[in-house]
């Protein structure tokens, strides 16, 4: 379960979704604050207003009538049944006060501006407050201000929203940048599950669309497309190869037959005996040829698909040391397999054939009293077959090439063959999804075909 969540976490369209949260975020915040900022710096611009218009009428109050008037107004502004955000004091030279709603005088320095912050006593508790101070003509002091109770409530009010809103942006971003991705991740899925099954021979797969013709699904479409030009091409050219082997199968085993005919006839000199002789050879060496041509273009089409089951490797390696043991016998190679076990689920007729490959080969390639060992080894999920000989095996740099078709090494010049046999090998390989890894033996080859364990 760790694996695919890391996979997720280091997906692209992840990281391209969190930046995508990261950046949303980050607007939605600097919208907000800015909204904060300017909503706070309104509401203090509009108290201070009003704080400076309220103090001018009273100011202007004095000048027409005098300290009488001026405490009727403020005792008018401070009547219970007007009580509001405005605060008062008016007290005389000697500090005693003349009309209030505040009851004593702010022990606080006014700032460059001349506003005074203090805090007040009310009903409830102490409030902020914010004002300023006028000294009158007769010597008595004016205290104009307002509570900043509300503003702050406000602000409170404000903040609290910010923090909300910001975690919900943050929730919501987070959330849906984790369903997109993961859908988009799913598409994707989707797409390599079946772009690996095709990998594995089966081209008549084709990957699946929603139907809703987004990018996705053009994509798709493209690739459908394509594999549909591909497998057109392949089958079109496997039907040419598979005819010319055919076709020129027939006349080939019918010149072959006539020949043999002519040899048993008692030709006229030796050298005729010889030409004969060759060319029989020759013929041979095509039929193989052929014949070994058509075997990968069988395995190749994945027709033996059908007809794999479940088998034991192990007692496919026996039947083919019973097989070769002769052969080897008579060059004095010694033919060594310690019996193992493995099931793999597969054509017997291809895997016979792909061993018998590679024990052609071994001996092939093993000087007279070599040896070549076979084995067949269960561990962790694989089954590994491994043919392994003392002959002059094969260097580093032609290890991949050798699985070419036609592709024969200087050394074996001399012997007869085509070149198919590794090719046909890694073709039927291929079919049972299965590695092939060639190793040096010390002296010599160590072929070996990793099979997918089927239990
Ligand atoms: N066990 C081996 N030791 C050394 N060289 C090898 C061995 N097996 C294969 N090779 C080299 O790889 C080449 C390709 O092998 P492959 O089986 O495809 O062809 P071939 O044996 O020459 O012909 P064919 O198998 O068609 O009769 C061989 O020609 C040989 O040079
Ligand atoms: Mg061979």
């Not at 022990?107 to 501006?113: F, K, L, S, V, Y």
């Amino acid at each position: 379960m760790a694996r695919p969540l890391a996979t997720f976490l280091r997906s692209s369209t992840f990281r391209l979704s969190l930046f995508y949260v990261a950046l949303f975020f980050l607007s939605v915040g600097a919208l907000l604050a800015f909204i904060y900022v300017q909503a706070i710096a309104t509401i203090d611009r509009e108290t201070e207003q009003g704080t400076m218009v309220d103090a001018a009428a009273l100011i202007q109050e004095y000048s027409a009538q005098g300290i009488a008037g001026l405490i009727d107004a403020v005792e008018d502004r401070v009547a219970p049944d007007r009580a509001g955000e405005g605060l008062y004091l008016l007290e005389d030279e000697d500090g005693a006060p003349l009309a209030a709603n505040i009851h004593a005088w702010p022990n606080a320095e006014p700032d460059a501006r001349g506003w005074i912050a203090f805090t007040v006593d009310r009903d409830d508790g102490p409030h902020q407050a914010r004002g300023q101070t006028y000294a009158l003509k007769d010597g008595s002091k004016l205290l104009v201000a307002r509570d900043l109770r509300a503003r702050l409530d406000f602000q409170g009010l404000m903040l609290d929203a910010l923090y909300y809103a910001s975690a919900l942006t943050l929730v919501l971003g987070v959330g849906g940048g984790l369903l997109i991705s993961r859908r988009m991740l799913n598409r994707l899925g989707a797409i390599n599950r079946a772009a690996e099954r095709i990998m594995t021979g089966d081209l008549t797969h084709r990957i699946a669309t929603s139907g809703s013709n987004d990018e996705f699904d053009r994509l798709s479409d493209a690739l459908n497309a394509m594999l549909e030009e591909i497998r057109r091409l392949m089958s079109g050219m496997r039907t040419v190869t598979d005819n010319i082997a055919h076709d020129l199968r027939s006349p080939l085993t019918r010149m072959k037959g006539r020949l043999e005919m002519l040899l048993r006839e008692a030709p006229d000199s030796e050298a005729q005996r010889l030409a004969i002789e060759r060319t029989i050879g020759d013929a041979d060496q095509l039929l193989a040829t052929f014949t070994a041509l058509l075997s990968i273009a069988d395995a190749e089409s994945g027709s033996a698909r059908a007809t794999m089951t479940a088998l034991d490797l192990g007692a496919l390696a026996a039947d083919i040391v019973d097989l070769y043991g002769p052969a080897a016998e008579e060059r004095m190679i010694a033919m060594l397999y310690d019996e193992g076990q493995g099931t793999v689920v597969g054509s017997r007729q291809l895997l016979f054939q792909a061993l018998a490959n590679l024990v052609d080969n071994a001996i092939k390639n093993t000087p007279d009293g070599g040896t070549i060992s076979l084995a067949v080894e269960r561990r962790a999920g694989e089954v590994r077959l491994v043919v392994a000989d003392t002959g002059t095996g094969i260097p580093e740099p032609d290890r991949d090439r050798v699985l070419e078709p036609f592709v024969r090494l200087d050394n074996s010049r001399s012997t007869p063959g085509s070149g198919l046999g590794l090719a046909l090998v890694a073709a039927i390989a291929r079919l049972h999804g299965a590695k092939i890894e060639l190793s040096d033996n010390r002296p010599g080859l160590s072929v070996s075909l990793v099979f997918p364990s089927a239990g």
